[in-house]
């Protein structure tokens, strides 16, 4: 079953795990058209002994997969109320067409089916959130990585910080650089958004600060560079705040710039 109501056909020859072939076409079933979408916009298992005469019947996707339908049943797959599709058998090889017996056993196949397909789709979901998981972690150790693992102190100058994002990975960042014996340049900033996309333009930006960096350059000037270098490297929609300072701890001066 698709979002918008519609009904994808897909058509088994066969048992399909004993590896008879099958037959999946773009067939689309309009909603609420069809045994099946009757089927499942009812919620009831429906029996046809004759389709040709049956006005629910859709030719137009027995017609396309070249399928002579004389008679069928068609079972809702609900969980709850997900809506998984509609399982429907045609054709019984020993009779003309199929009588309630069957439609009584083809039920009990259907509940057993759908209770099938959701168990496999919430194993599917907790795998890939798993790998979404792992993938989120190294993320954040590939974050790690940018800041800075040791920070500069002497001169009466002692530096600290403490980092935390909100999620697995954030656009916060900041980076203290010792470029001279007398000069110590800091930043703090945050990439707007969150996530993912903010942490790789953050890892981005600090690399470029790193390679603007250097001996007598003020904060101003290094943004000025700064913002040149990221300017068409930055996804639409996305900016940075940042405040970048110099320290001098022989003059005990600190000046500031911030964009």
């Not at 048992?15 to 008879?20: F, I, L, S, T």
């Not at 309630?100 to 759908?114: C, K, T």
């Amino acid at each position: 079953a698709e979002g918008d109501g519609t009904l994808r056909l897909a058509l088994f020859s066969g048992v399909p795990e004993r590896g008879d072939e099958t037959v999946l076409e773009d067939i689309r079933i309009p909603k609420g058209e069809g045994v099946s979408g009757w089927a499942l916009e009812h919620r009831k298992c429906v029996l046809v002994p004759d389709a040709e005469a049956d006005r629910r019947f859709y030719h137009e996707g027995a017609r396309r997969v070249g399928l002579e339908v004389r008679s069928l049943i068609g079972a809702p797959l609900f969980r709850g109320e997900s809506r998984i599709g509609v399982l429907e058998v045609f054709n019984p090889t020993r009779k003309r067409s199929f009588e309630p017996v069957d439609q009584e056993a083809f039920e009990a196949f259907a509940n057993l089916a759908a209770t099938a397909i959701d168990k496999a789709r919430t194993s599917e979901r907790r795998r890939e959130q798993e790998r979404i998981r792992q993938e989120l972690s190294v993320a954040h150790e590939i974050q790690q990585s940018f800041l800075p693992g040791s920070l500069p102190s002497g001169n009466g100058l002692v530096c600290a910080a403490h980092y935390r994002a909100a999620r697995n990975v954030s656009g916060d960042f900041y980076d203290v650089a010792e470029v001279s014996p007398d000069e110590i340049y800091f930043v703090v900033g945050d990439v707007s958004g969150r996530g993912v996309p903010a942490a790789l333009l953050m890892a981005q930006s600090v690399s470029l600060l790193r390679l603007i960096l250097r001996p007598g350059i003020s904060p101003a000037e290094a943004l000025r560079r700064w913002n040149s270098l990221l300017t068409g490297r930055i996804m639409p929609g996305f900016f940075i705040t940042t405040v970048l300072g110099r320290i001098r701890p022989s003059t005990r001066e600190v000046e500031l710039a911030s964009a």
